[in-house]
């Protein structure tokens, strides 16, 4: 069984790239965490940022996703402090105040008053909740000094929230010597985000622990697991900011819970058009489930777009039609009550699964392309569609984001589509090796120059706002400082 792996030196843990820069990053936190709790951290956890390449919106129903570890990464330095019970977070970022807390793994996340911190505290009651549901000896709950240093652009689809969730479980748990499988890791970071409110799937944080340098990788779920997908030789995926931040967490309730929620309701429904009682369809939880008395994926969004109506379905017709109010239906999930309090314009069930049903099939297909004689132009156009699936059927793209995209493809590229939850962030793009850098360069010219110009972007972060990404590692700890 594989763990996370235990590096010695900076060198190790970035092999190839980056060395020197990242022994500079290490070396500043290590002394800024030596100024503030006068003495150098235990040990450094890492964990990356990550690109979906497809399979946007279906891991949380259940379906294998297709992303990749990037480079980018956000590191947390912790030392156990035995004198006091008190969670001490801090980060590099003057933006990011400090918060203390108590170490106490029953606490609840603060979602309503929402700060940054939560995400790390997100990662401590993961490792908590984790031995706990596996029966195993929970340590004293001692106090720990915490300081964060990330570098993956925050609220941009590239997944901070889950490097820095992840890169806080991993050194809490190295911190109280607990030695737990990768496997292990990725299925409770999967679950521990949802304290912050986000119904998530678990594709993110799957990935930040289990990427792998130069392979994108198939993730499953129930139970989580990651098999290698080798890329086309010569293709190179290519990343792009559109700057619209959408922070996933602060909107959960108007978004990305309100996608889920739609998802459980189509469930319920299809299942009762299909022929399932009243009773029997309640119990049906994912747009997976409801699959199973249908068939294939293509024939499960035929029956979503002939069985259910298009438009919103009211609270009151689905109530009816439930049997049930839907505040009883949800009464177990605050996060969904959340949403109910909030909803005014009714839920959209047919074009939801008809995208969940639709997109889970084209990751098979890609992933399928990938294995012998990969064409670029069918994985291209497998991008596009989810793209314009995203677009209309899921509404979670922005104008922003569809300029981009829209970009990529006039500048070249053989496909391209938003990564990650959407309504902001990032697009991914697919070219050749050969061509990259002119499809950067027209990107550049199409998208950016304007919002340089108009002061939107500073020149020196075009490089982190639009670069050529490849397959990086997962998460990593840094011992013997
Ligand atoms: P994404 O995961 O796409 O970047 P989210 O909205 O899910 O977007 O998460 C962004 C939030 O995660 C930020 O608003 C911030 O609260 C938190 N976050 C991520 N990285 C850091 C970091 N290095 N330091 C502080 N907070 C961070
Ligand atoms: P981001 O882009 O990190 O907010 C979210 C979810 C994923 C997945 C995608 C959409 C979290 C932590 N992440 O990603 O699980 O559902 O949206 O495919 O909630
Ligand atoms: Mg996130």
Redesign the pocket.
């Known amino acids: 069984m594989s763990t996370i792996p235990v590096y010695g030196s900076v060198k190790d843990v970035y092999a190839d790239q980056r060395v020197a820069e990242e022994e500079g990053r290490y070396a500043k936190l290590v002394a800024s965490f030596a100024e503030l709790h006068g003495a150098k951290p235990d040990l450094l956890a890492r964990s990356p940022g990550r690109v979906?390449l497809i399979?946007?919106?279906?891991?949380?129903e259940g379906y294998s996703?297709l992303p990749m570890a990037l480079a980018v990464d956000t590191i947390v330095a912790v030392k156990v402090d035995t004198t006091s019970n008190k969670l001490t977070v801090s980060n590099t970022e003057e933006k990011y105040t400090t918060k203390v807390f108590d170490a106490d793994c029953d606490q609840a996340v603060d979602v309503a008053s929402f700060h940054w911190t939560n995400y790390v505290v997100c990662g401590y009651k993961g490792v908590f909740d984790f031995l706990k549901e596996s029966g195993r000896a929970k340590p004293p709950e001692v106090g720990l000094k915490i300081i964060v240093d990330g570098k993956v652009p925050t609220g941009s689809?590239l997944?901070s929230?889950?490097a820095l969730t992840c890169a806080a479980a991993v050194a809490v748990m190295a911190a109280l010597n607990l030695d737990f499988t990768k496997t292990e890791v990725a299925d409770f970071a999967c679950k521990c985000?949802r304290h912050c409110g986000?119904q998530?799937?678990?594709?993110?944080?799957a990935i930040s622990i289990m990427g792998q340098s130069g392979v994108a990788k198939l993730v499953d779920f129930n139970p989580v697991r990651a098999t290698d997908v080798q890329l086309p030789e010569g293709s190179v995926f290519l990343i792009g900011n559109c700057l619209a931040v959408s922070n996933?967490a602060v909107t959960a309730h108007e978004r990305?819970n309100l996608r889920v929620m739609e998802c459980r309701l189509a469930s319920i429904v299809l299942a009762m058009e299909l022929g399932a009682s009243q009773a029997d369809a309640l119990g049906y939880s994912t747009l997976m489930q409801t699959q199973k008395l249908i068939g294939s994926l293509q024939e499960s969004e035929k029956a979503a777009s002939e069985k259910l109506h298009d438009g919103y379905y009211s609270r009151g017709e689905l109530e009816e039609k439930l049997g049930t109010s839907l505040d009883s239906l949800f009464a177990g999930s605050p996060a969904s009550l959340l949403v109910l309090e909030h909803n005014k314009t009714g839920f959209k069930l047919r074009d939801r699964s008809m995208h969940v049903y639709s997109e889970a099939a084209r990751v098979h297909q890609f992933s399928n392309e990938c294995k012998e004689d990969p064409s670029l132009k069918a994985l291209g156009e497998l991008m596009n569609a989810s793209h314009t699936s995203c677009r209309d059927l899921y509404e979670c793209s922005c104008e922003e984001l569809d300029e981009l995209v829209d970009a990529f493809i006039t500048s070249g590229a053989i496909g391209a589509r938003l990564t990650?939850?959407g309504w902001g962030?990032c697009a991914v793009a697919l070219v050749t090796a050969d061509m990259a850098e002119k499809v950067l360069e027209s990107v550049k010219t199409r998208f950016f120059d304007k919002r340089i110009a108009s002061g939107v972007l500073r020149e020196e972060d075009l490089g982190e706002t639009l670069f050529a990404s490849l397959p990086s590692s997962g998460a990593a700890i840094l011992r013997g400082l």
């Open positions: 979906n399979g946007e919106h279906i891991d949380y996703v689809g997944s929230s889950s985000e986000m998530s799937g678990g594709m993110d944080q996933k990305y990650g939850a962030g």
